[in-house]
T-cell receptor
Framework: QQQVKQSPQSLIVQKGGISIINCAYE??????FPWYQQFPGKGPALLIA?????SEKKEGRFTISFNKSAKQFSLHIMDSQPGDSATYFC???????????FGTGTRLKVLA | DTAVSQTPKYLVTQMGNDKSIKCEQN?????MYWYKQDSKKFLKIMFS???????INETVPNRFSPKSPDKAHLNLHINSLELGDSAVYFC???????????FGEGSRLTVL
């Protein structure tokens, strides 16, 4: 299956809280899992990415957790800030292809 | 200096018309893409070119014709526009198939 299922569709978090967005896939050929952040009126921009040989990757306040056996990965935003309010997309890319499959997006709002 | 630039940013046109969107990247990447983002924010790949050769052509109506005159440019021409073509079209580029996708700011097409 070439789908990436993303949840929740929207998320409201208080400033300083933890935002968690989940994605699941079925295609075991996927081997690159990026997260993209999109602000209104802008194109998506790479936030952080992981490959299946590691279970976690952290960059600043952003962490990807990867569970290969469950075919799931998630984005954790620690100490969420109002400036993090954006739409977040997970994605997956099958090995040896140029085809990035995007999740349906999560609209995050962080309240001040 | 904008990495991936698209023109125009906005298009408003009548059904049945033909329109073009242009994209240029100055990153030296070898692969360029067109993505469509619908009103629900769903991002779907339409086409991809690697070194001016078409490598991905999703199930897109024949009314859509991409053209890559060189590695740095990818244009999209749409014939006989329909209401359902209204969307934001994003150009993107990457170096190879595992590279980060760099998106332009999008071209919002509205068909009346």
């Amino acid at each position: 299956q070439q789908q990436v299922k993303q949840s929740p569709q929207s998320l409201i978090v208080q400033k300083g809280g933890i935002s968690i967005i989940n994605c699941a896939y079925e295609n075991t050929a996927f081997d690159y899992f990026p997260w993209y952040q999109q602000f209104p009126g802008k194109g998506p921009a790479l936030l952080i990415a992981i490959r299946p040989d590691v279970s976690e990757k952290k960059e600043g306040r952003f962490t990807i957790s990867f569970n290969k056996s469950a075919k799931q990965f998630s984005l954790h935003i620690m100490d969420s800030q109002p400036g993090d309010s954006a739409t977040y997309f997970c994605a997956a890319s099958p090995s040896g292809t140029y085809k990035y499959i995007f999740g349906t997006g999560t609209r995050l709002k962080v309240l001040a | 200096d904008t990495a991936v630039s698209q023109t125009p940013k906005y298009l408003v046109t009548q059904m049945g018309n033909d329109k073009s969107i242009k994209c240029e990247q100055n990153l030296g990447h070898d692969t360029m893409y067109w993505y469509k983002q619908d009103s629900k924010k769903f991002l779907k790949i339409m086409f991809s070119y690697n070194n001016k050769e078409l490598i991905i052509n999703e199930t897109v109506p024949n009314r859509f014709s991409p053209k890559s005159p060189d590695k740095a440019h990818l244009n999209l021409h749409i014939n006989s526009l329909e209401l359902g073509d209204s969307a934001v079209y994003f150009c993107a580029s990457s170096q190879g198939w595992t590279g980060e996708l760099f998106f332009g700011e999008g071209s919002r097409l509205t068909v009346l």
